[in-house]
């Protein structure tokens, strides 16, 4: 399979598959392909298929495979920001923020996963449950606004505001903490909790998230007089 990304802010993954060659989505992130692309949708199993229907994914997965030679199929980001090519590996799973999938080869396997601790769910902002993707092969996830990249070694931290966080591999941890100070935490504007990323691994932040995006909005929606 080769790619490409193109049309930021709002952008497209361009896939060349060679015959036989399949990609996977779990929403209708398709935006065009070739005539002889061959679309097939199910649920990759029963517990697969309960686990992202309890974490608000969709049920059913649609499988999209070349057939009597090379084709091509292309997946549009669903808000302004980027696409991030992952290199997925066994030795390598990584964690995206819940809608944050957006297509793979067929290689890769998504599943839910749990933070270990509650606070991380309930106050961290990156959610409860994250998506987790491992197996082998390329996958491609969203990013609200622009995407920026750290290596973190072993303990070492970063400190990240609620709901910035948009992936990290599996061996990086999350935990969240209370900001300083009460002045701080009730007039500071940052909100009361930040989220604790702690390494070895990547960590992949972004810029705009929806939540904030949504937050900043809300009061513009209000009831006309």
């Known amino acids: 399979m080769q790619y490409e990304i193109k049309g930021e802010p709002m952008p497209v993954v361009v896939c060349q598959l060679d015959s036989g ?29 309960f686990g992202r229907m309890f974490s608000g994914d969709s049920i059913f997965q649609n499988t999209y495979t070349a057939q009597g030679g090379p084709g091509m199929i292309a997946f549009a980001s669903s808000f302004p920001g980027a696409i991030r090519a992952i290199r997925i590996d066994p030795a390598h799973p ?13 290689g890769v396997e998504l599943s839910i996963f749990f933070q270990k601790k509650l606070g991380s769910g309930f ?39 609620t709901g910035y966080l948009a992936a990290m591999e599996e061996s990086c941890s999350m935990d969240v903490v209370m900001v300083k100070g009460a002045k701080n935490m009730l007039l500071g504007g940052e909100g009361i909790f ?5 390494g070895p691994g990547k960590v992949i932040l972004q810029t705009m998230p929806i939540s904030k995006v949504a937050e900043l909005l809300t009061p513009f929606f209000g009831s006309k007089k």
Not at 94 to 101: A, M, P, T, Y
């Open 123 to 161: 106050f961290g902002g990156e959610g409860f449950i994250m998506q987790k993707l491992s197996g082998h092969g390329t996958a491609f996830i969203e990013i609200d606004g622009h995407a920026a990249e750290y290596e973190l070694g072993a303990g070492q931290e970063m400190l990240v505001s």
């Open 21 to 49: 060659e399949a990609m996977i989505t779990e929403r209708g992130s398709m935006v065009w392909m070739t005539p002889n692309m061959k679309m097939e949708t199910g649920a990759g199993g029963l517990g697969k298929a």
């Open 194 to 198: 930040n989220t604790v990323v702690r």
């Open 94 to 106: 990584v964690l995206v923020q819940k809608s944050g999938f957006l297509a793979s080869e067929q």
